[in-house]
């Protein structure tokens, strides 16, 4: 599922594409459930004729600030991904939504478990729920995400989920987040020491960063097909596998209702 790093790796894809100060014809919907605001028809007629102004990420959404103060927000799902090829070529399967540009370029919407997401909004925090800070950003700190985790009896692992108290993190990252910082996952939030609080923050940034940065090497690598999906985590995610710093073999956990992968030896119960 893609979470902040594959998000930022799409956002990067479609600006090196020059999806920015294009025009858009009008999209070609194939799966309406995908549209969630205003209706397929008014979201049709709304983005057709709107030039592209930048393309930003707020946790997993995309946001495209089009003319007349509009926004196109996408959300990739599951298994979403965008690609911008040229119109006249052989559409990759799975493709539910189609966008014209006004250079003969069409940017693809490839949606093969459909649990995508648009909207065109004016206000593009309609579309989402409370965002906590951004990880990337030089202002997240160590005071917010401890502010974020006062009072907070829930486990670790579903606390990080919560797109309110760090945005973007689902679940490879923030398993990757508790392993690099030796937390388990099933700590309560509002047990942490004061060691704690630090390292789980700069794990969270490291586990992130580490990542963005192989998708940026990837993009390099394999433009103008660069990968939608790597596995830049450390702790190994099969049965059986061993931990890479200590050789005991990783456990798997469900933490309200999510697969969670930790080592016990490096991850002690608190
Ligand atoms: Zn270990």
Redesign the pocket.
Known sequence: MPELPEVENTRQYLIRSGLVGRRLGAPEITWANTIREPSVGEFIEGVAGRRVADVRRRGKYLIAPLDDEQHLVLHLGMTGRLRIHDGDSEPPPMVRHTFPLDDGREMRFIDPRKFGHLWLLSDPTDAMSKMGPEPLEPSFTVEMLTDALVGRKAPLKALLLEQSVVAGLGNLYADEAL?LSGIHPERAGNTLSDDELPRLHGAIVTALTRSTDAYAAAREAEWPDPPTALSPWTIPRDKGA???????E?QLLRVRNRSTWY?????PAG
Do not use: A, E, K, W
């Open positions: 392993f061993v931990c890479p710093r200590c050789g005991t990783v080592c016990p030896d490096c991850q």
